[in-house]
Nanobody, 124 residues
């Protein structure tokens, strides 16, 4: 089992920054990749970024590449999503999720454990 808790969401103006944290507990942190997803009202859950077990494999949604940075601190059992140059279209509930498979994935079906989500709102 893996328990995930997100934090760091909030209200920010266009062009601002937020850093989301995903604190993990339970199974050994080094045994799974961690991804970030988001879901806006009336839309499907969307992949944002993922970092592999070792931290060496990283993928991003095209629209956030260059603005968002995912990282993991295995000593703190935490994954971060630094979000810069935020836009109103980034507004959503952001979730982190754990993937116990070997490869990194962008589809939510590959992720076994999910956090409760944190709201990010970007005002124009």
């Amino acid at each position: 089992q893996v328990q995930l808790v997100e934090s760091g969401g909030g209200l920010v103006q266009t062009g601002g920054s937020l850093r989301l944290s995903c604190a993990a507990s339970g199974r050994a942190f080094s045994e799974y990749a961690v991804g970030w997803f988001r879901q806006a009202p009336g839309k499907e859950r969307e992949f944002v970024a993922v970092v592999s077990k070792s931290g060496s494999g990283i993928l991003y949604l095209k629209s956030v590449r260059g603005r968002f940075t995912i990282s993991r601190d295995n000593a703190k059992n935490t994954v971060y999503l630094q979000m810069d140059s935020l836009k109103p279209e980034d507004t959503a509930v952001y979730y982190c999720a754990a993937d116990l498979n070997e490869a990194v994935h962008t589809s939510p079906e590959n992720y076994e454990f999910w956090g409760q989500g944190t709201q990010v709102t970007v005002s124009s």
